[in-house]
């Protein structure tokens, strides 16, 4: 039959000679044939292997294993091991032959059903046959010895309570001469060790851990031996499975570990390992070693025979030894740094599983002293490595340069190398970062545009590249155009204003951006449009071509843009200021929260240490950039929720939408939603909230209530110079302030509110109220509280009453400082509700009034 | 412990598969199509571990057939590199400078062998000639039911005649 399957020319054919046999099989399986079920179970058998469902033929096999003769059953048992497996129902059927089987008095059949049990018992046959597979470890016969000790392997996996059966019989074992025995016999151990701690404890008495090494040593020393040779070396197998269990019992144990120094250290020493045979036994040992508890002269062994490996022409050991030196890091660190230098000429070898266990080994590698030297290796192969492992090299240098950089400016070197290189590879988050990181350095800003925007020229493919570069250059253009802060080691270069529109128009144009980089290219020239005046024509041209984009969100800002470029001059350069310092320590903080641990799946090792570049969630910081905008609408909880917890502010959700749902509205209607953050009493302790309306970029509210936080200082210090540097039309800090006369801001027959004006120099928006209140009555008030509301475009805080008893009789009074600020200064007076509550006699009073008799020009 | 073992030619045909873990039917053809595409791809210069779905799986090739088989992460490569090696050279010493024909027309009679080294994913017996010794006894126990079987069904063909 299968001289006629292999003549078939197409599959075709073969199905239907396929076809035909099993017909004809059915048929036999119908009429229940005797004489011919082997065959037909043989060539069930081949069908199934060429893939076709045999199904039908499983009762066959059964009736096959149930006959007497031995033919029949090891044909019946090869199919059943074939054709099913544990998960069958059916196989429960077979419980019963198999516990005949294994009390039959032929031992090849014994053989068998231990064989078939072996390979696919469920945990109930196991449990039913245990018993039978226990007696018959002690068989005179070692073949069946053998074969019942990977049994009972079988049968403790799958139970693992019945282990403790097997203690005895398997220590028994352990005393054997022949090979076979003994190494099923050291295997059965070995996992019963694993499953056990019983077991475990048993086995590390010194009687039976000296009778293994004694074993080992025996095996060590043994003559020639033909039967077990290979490679000169007798039974390798039995040195690796006795240095397995050696391994298993010596973890954790130091006294345990103590008994097989010597032996080790023999192995160690005196195995050739110019075959695949002796260096499979050097790869156990160093195994063990690194494993069992520490010993000095051991461990540097271990690493010397690693280094000899890693050094070695064939592949097989260079890998194997790659990973082992993963497990040796953890141990001894030193040691391995040696070797730093060949390891890395194994990032760069052909074959692809070396350099990805080497790359892995190099990243683990990486500390303050040689980070320098290590990446600049890294980004030199990162040039000409291949597409596959670009991915993968570039998220491990951003991670490593973002870990171990010594200073900002070799940051921010390395990272524009890696993304005009691979910046198709960078991730998102990586890139994010990397503004954060910028606009902290406030420094290296003139450098870093300049750096960027010669990158840009020559790599304009590489995505994120052009989105940091078009994001610096709308921030700072003007420090590129003028050159601002130009250190030392820079070329000079001159850019005039119009060079750095080029480069937006050309990201905006090219036919590789992507939605978020026309987005962001947008935003950017809006900036220059209000920092180059000159090219605010030209900047407007550009941005009107998109307006009938066909994508939303880019419509939308060429509109909006468009209309503050053209009719709002007087606003378009608040809105741009200069973005806030962003928080470095919230950001990292927050991201690390946000984002799920990372396992680097390919090391498999169970190391602590930091594997790989964090993947990036929800990205918050989109919302803070400014960035998305061709995912859906982020719901503004999420927003929400991080700038609260960025900022400490509680915001009241409707006035700050994140991003793209609100309708352009031109005008100052836009503002004053914006404005309106934080209505009435923004109980806010630190910082002058009162210039918070200089500081605004058109979506990212973020910006005001950057002003309002309790930001740190750092931050506020500078956001202040840079509003005293940019705002251009801030009028002239007055020093005191003309006089206010005071009022009364309310009378009533009890009660007296008297106001005091006074403005702190510099801010002619804020007003600093002293407010007085005198009781006119003949009693006494407690628990005076004053409150007041303001409209939306005042903002007002309120300090701490001195008390809140009022004297009567205008025996003293109860002050309270009040701050307004004004941000319709000159064209609207202040208004303010009030409400006044005390207790009079226990009887609570509530005295409310409207105060409209604010002076003009407050 | 060994999960599978995994004969592939070099065409991609299966000549041999032997699961010591349940995969199901399903599962069976999926492995084996993925596990077919990685190898037979991968050129002869590079290693012989392939790093897979979290387990590692360690060929080698003879001849048109690749040797497959599938370990755990804890496993020891090159053991399993010389328990290949092993297997090829009892099947060589049984069916007398084994080819790749000799496993297709006498499948059986390689799993037979590979049950005597394998067993629940571990090695069973690392002596070549015993093994040889106990498939040479089983062989003749077949033959011997064989010519009894024959020798009865003469004697009732006579009989009845």
């Known amino acids: ?858 | 412990m060994i999960h599978f073992v995994l004969l592939i030619s070099r065409q991609g045909k299966v000549r041999l598969t032997k699961w010591y873990s349940p995969y199901t039917q399903k599962e069976r053809s999926k492995v084996i199509r993925e596990l077919s595409g990685v190898i037979l791809t991968r050129g002869p210069k590079l290693c012989n571990f392939v790093e897979w779905r979290g387990y590692k799986v360690v060929y080698k090739r003879y001849a048109s057939l690749y040797f497959c088989m599938c370990i755990d992460q804890e496993d020891n490569e090159l053991e399993i590199l010389e328990i290949i090696h092993h297997y090829v050279e009892i099947l060589d010493r049984y069916f007398g400078s084994v080819c790749e024909l000799d496993l297709i027309f006498n499948f059986h009679k390689a799993y037979y062998i590979l049950d005597e080294i394998l067993i629940a994913g571990e090695l069973q017996e690392s002596s070549k000639k015993t093994v040889a010794r106990l498939i040479a006894a089983q062989d003749s126990l077949v033959e011997t039911a064989k010519e009894q079987a024959s020798s009865i069904s003469n004697i009732i063909a006579q009989a009845t005649k």
Request: glycine content about 6%; aromatic content about 6%; proline content about 5%.
């Open chain 1, 1 to 858: 039959m299968i001289r006629s399957i292999r003549a078939c020319k197409t599959a075709a054919e073969e199905r239907a000679v396929v076809r035909k046999e099993c017909a004809a099989i059915r048929a036999a399986i119908n009429e229940n044939d005797q004489d011919y079920r082997h065959r037909n179970l043989a060539k069930l058998m081949f069908i199934h292997m060429l893939g076709y469902p045999t199904h039908f033929g499983q009762m066959e096999c059964l009736k096959s294993i149930a006959s007497a003769g031995f033919p029949e059953k090891r044909i019946g048992y090869l199919g059943l091991m074939l054709l099913l497996d544990e998960r069958q129902e059916v196989l429960m059927l077979v419980t019963n032959s198999l516990k005949q089987d294994l009390n039959h008095t032929n031992q090849y059949i014994v053989g068998l059903a231990l064989c078939a049990l072996g390979n696919i018992c469920s945990a109930e046959m196991a449990r039913d046959l245990a018993p039978e597979v226990e007696r018959l470890l002690q068989f005179r016969d070692p073949n069946i010895r053998k074969k019942a000790a990977l049994c009972s392997i079988r049968i403790i996996k799958k139970v693992p309570d019945l282990a403790e059966n097997f203690i005895n019989p398997a220590a028994a074992l352990l005393k054997e001469k022949h090979h076979g025995v003994l190494i099923t016999g050291i295997q059965l151990v070995t996992d019963i060790c694993k499953v056990s701690t019983e077991a475990l404890e048993f086995f590390r008495k010194p009687k039976c851990l000296d009778g293994l090494v004694k074993t080992l040593r025996d095996v060590v020393n043994s003559p020639y031996a033909p039967e077990y040779d290979i490679a000169g070396i007798t039974d390798p197998f039995l040195h690796i499975r006795l240095l397995k269990l050696l391994h298993v019992l010596g973890q954790g144990d130091a006294d345990a570990s103590d008994c097989m120094n010597d032996i080790l250290a023999q192995v160690a020493t005196k195995t050739e390992s110019n075959k695949n045979a002796g260096n499979a036994i050097l790869y156990e040992c160093v195994e063990t070693i690194m494993s069992i508890e520490d010993n000095g002269g051991l461990r540097v062994l271990a690493i010397n025979i690693l280094g000899r490996f890693l050094s070695n022409r064939d592949n097989n050991i260079r890998y194997v030894a790659l990973n082992m030196l993963m497990k040796a890091i953890t141990v001894d660190a030193q040691a391995v740094q040696r070797h730093r230098a060949t390891i890395l000429e194994c990032v760069k070898d052909l074959d692809a599983s070396i350099r990805k266990r080497a790359l892995e080994l190099v990243y683990l590698l990486v500390n303050e002293s040689n980070v320098k030297p290590l990446t600049k290796e890294l980004i030199d192969y990162l040039e000409i490595s291949d597409q596959e492992f670009k991915g993968d090299l570039t998220a491990k240098i951003c991670s490593m340069v973002e870990k171990f950089s010594p200073d900002k400016i070799w940051y921010i070197d390395q990272m524009l190398k890696v993304l005009s290189e691979a910046g198709n590879f960078v991730k998102d988050e990586v890139w994010h970062a990397l503004i954060v990181v910028i606009s902290n350095a406030s420094d290296l800003h003139g450098y870093t545009v300049r750096a960027l925007y010669r990158a840009v020229q020559t790599s304009i493919e590489q995505e994120s590249l052009v989105r940091v570069a078009i994001w610096c250059i709308g921030e700072y253009g003007d420090m590129l155009v003028n050159n601002v802060g130009v250190l030392n080691i820079e070329d000079p270069i001159t850019v005039t204003e119009s060079d750095a529109v080029d480069v937006v128009e050309i990201a905006i144009k090219h036919h590789s951006s992507d939605i978020t980089t026309k987005a962001m290219a947008m935003v950017a020239l809006l900036k220059l449009s209000s920092r180059f005046p000159s090219c605010s024509e030209r900047i407007r041209d550009i941005i009107v071509q998109n307006k009938g984009s066909l994508v939303l969100e880019l419509q939308q800002r060429s509109i909006e843009f468009n209309s503050i470029v053209e009719k709002h001059q007087n606003i378009r350069s608040t809105l741009v200021e200069r973005m806030p310092v962003l928080d470095e320590a919230t950001f990292s903080g927050r991201r690390a929260g946000s984002l799920p641990a990372t396992v680097s799946t390919s090391s498999g090792t169970s190391l602590n240490l930091p594997n790989g570049v964090a993947k990036p969630a929800a990205a918050p910081l989109v919302d803070l950039l400014d960035l998305s905008s061709d995912d859906a609408p982020v719901p503004s909880s999420s927003g929400n929720d991080f700038l609260q917890d960025l900022l400490g502010v509680d915001v009241s959700p409707a006035s700050v939408q994140p991003g793209t749902s609100q309708a352009p509205k031109a005008g100052t209607d836009v503002l004053l939603d914006l404005l309106s953050i934080g209505s009435p009493p923004v109980q806010n302790n630190s910082t002058p909230s009162d210039i918070l309306s200089s500081s605004q970029d058109n979506k990212s509210s973020v910006a005001i209530l950057d002003g309002l936080s309790p930001a740190p200082s750092g931050g506020a210090a500078s956001m202040i110079d840079l509003l005293d540097g940019f705002v251009p039309n801030s009028p002239k800090p007055e020093d005191n302030g003309p006089a206010y006369p005071s009022i009364v801001a309310f009378e009533s027959s009890s009660l007296i509110l008297t106001f005091n004006f006074s403005k702190p120099p510099g801010n002619p928006q804020t007003t600093l109220i002293q407010a007085t209140f005198t009781n006119l009555s003949p009693n006494v008030y407690t628990d005076f509280v004053f409150q007041a509301a303001v409209p939306k475009f005042l903002q007002l805080h309120l300090d701490p009453a001195s008390g809140n008893t009022l004297p009567a009789s205008g025996n003293g009074s109860i002050t309270q400082t009040l701050r307004v600020t004004n941000s319709q200064h000159g064209k609207k007076p202040l208004v303010m509700r009030t409400r006044i509550a005390y207790k009079l006699n226990n009887r609570d009073v509530l005295e409310e009034g409207q105060i409209n008799n604010f002076p003009r020009d407050l």
